[in-house]
């Protein structure tokens, strides 16, 4: 990854990939805190028609795009006489990212959709605020092999890989030793075996510390969230995943470590809260000032440690696997976990039954050692319409 520290010298318009969400919202948030350094110039949403549109009365953009065709009407018949262009559908949205009047995008789209665009913008050029995490996890080689051949820069958003980037600053990248990731553990850390197997929808979506979408916040209750940013610390950083590991860090204050060459460890410490990440992106790693409440230290009496138990949270080790055998097998992973968290939040499937059906598709998935980018396209439907067959099978027994 490119590190630079740039000075900002006009508002840079910003396309919102995601805007209606947890992470889309709180940038709007920091944009509408900094308007001499920033403009929302394109907002991109799924299919929540009144809050974009919302959304678009106050930032003004050029574009609106939402994702969902049905939504177009609703949204242009709102916006159009304001002025704002309005489009819909998958394509509209890749074709945003291109536009000669955005600067940045910031991905925060869930899922394997946010991979297109993301290389749509690095083909045209843009910086990236990087939290879609799952485009580096489905396709991390080919996204960091066309960034090493395109002017894009990448500043990751998502808390982990914001704090390694803040402990690398000024520092020789060939004397770390260790990336330490930190992991809340989720809702269920203290819980046994037996009580994960009672656990519900409701249970998993209260997250001790951070308020995230829902998505995210189940794979934070499997761990697969810690296995994600660990691919997702490998792409960004180019470190080999042996020393990369993740630690169980109840309090969420210490977002991450880097230990170096002499035996030094660096952490970045704040409160549990994605402003702070998504100022410091989208300021291009300069630090920007903030009424926002500061951190107190002495609030916390203890920050304590643990080894994380991959015999309760088995999802952990899909980020060893996964970088081992290279190829699509990350993208297999994601596609199955996308459709069987789908699943469980619709109640048709128990939180148990996540791990197996990810290990069962990735067991029955072809394996492409060195995919372009139509073999993941093709690897992602083929992987989701298994793990999607193997629910139908479970949910009228006959798995
Ligand atoms: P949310 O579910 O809250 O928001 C997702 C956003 O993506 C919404 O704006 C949604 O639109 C939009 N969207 C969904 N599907 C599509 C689609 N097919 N095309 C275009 N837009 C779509 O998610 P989060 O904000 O929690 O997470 C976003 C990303 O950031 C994830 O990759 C997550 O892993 C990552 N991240 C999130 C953190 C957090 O604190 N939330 C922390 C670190 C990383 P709509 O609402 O209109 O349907
Ligand atoms: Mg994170």
Redesign the pocket.
């Known amino acids: 990854m490119k590190m630079t520290a740039n000075t900002i010298i006009r508002p840079k318009r910003i396309a919102v990939?995601?805007?209606?969400?947890?992470?889309?919202t709180q940038t709007l948030d920091i944009i509408a805190a900094y308007p001499h350094l920033f403009k929302a110039q394109v907002l991109?949403?799924?299919?929540?028609a009144a809050?974009?549109v919302g959304q678009c009365m106050r930032h003004r953009p050029a574009l609106a795009v939402i994702?969902d065709e049905s939504k177009y009407r609703e949204v242009s018949e709102a916006l159009v006489p304001l002025g704002i262009e309005v489009a819909s559908g998958?394509a509209a949205?890749a074709d945003a990212m291109s536009r000669s009047d955005v600067d940045t995008v910031l991905t925060?789209?869930?899922?394997y959709?946010?991979l297109e665009p993301t290389i749509r913008a690095i083909r045209a050029g843009k910086d990236i605020a990087l939290?879609?995490?799952?485009t580096l996890v489905v396709a991390g080689e080919l996204v960091t092999r066309m960034l090493d051949s395109s002017t894009s820069r990448v500043l990751p958003?998502?808390?982990e890989h914001s704090a390694i980037y803040q402990c690398l600053v000024g520092e020789d990248t060939s004397t770390v030793a260790k990336l330490i990731i930190t992991a809340s553990g989720g809702p269920f850390r203290t819980y046994s075996r037996e009580a994960l197997e009672k656990v519900t929808v409701e249970d998993a979506l209260r997250h001790p510390n951070?308020n995230?979408?829902?998505?995210?916040t189940i794979d934070s209750a499997t761990m697969l969230n810690k296995a994600f940013e660990i691919i997702e610390a490998r792409w960004l950083f180019g470190i080999s995943p042996e020393r990369i590991e993740a630690v169980v860090h109840p309090q969420s204050i210490i977002h991450s470590m880097v230990q170096f060459a002499d035996g030094a460890v660096k952490a970045q410490l704040g409160l549990p809260d994605?402003h702070l990440p998504i100022r410091y992106a989208l300021g291009d790693a300069n630090r920007l000032v903030t009424t926002e409440p500061h951190m107190t230290i002495s609030d916390y009496a203890s920050l304590t440690f643990e080894r994380p138990d991959v015999s309760r949270f088995p999802c952990l080790n899909f980020a060893y696997r996964a970088l081992g055998s290279g190829g699509t097998t990350a993208c297999v992973i994601n596609a199955a976990n996308e459709v069987a968290v789908a699943a469980f939040l619709k109640g048709r499937i128990g939180f148990l039954d996540i791990y197996p059906l990810i290990e069962r598709t990735l067991d029955k998935m072809p394996f492409v050692s060195r995919p372009d980018y139509e073999d993941y396209v093709a690897t992602n439907e083929q992987a989701r319409a298994y793990a999607g067959e193997l629910i139908e099978m479970q949910t009228t027994k006959t798995y």
């Open positions: 990939l995601g805007s209606t969400g947890s992470i889309g991109v949403a799924g299919s929540n809050l974009l994702a998958p949205i925060a789209t869930v899922g959709s946010g939290a879609n995490k799952e958003v998502d808390s951070w995230m979408g829902a998505k995210i994605m």
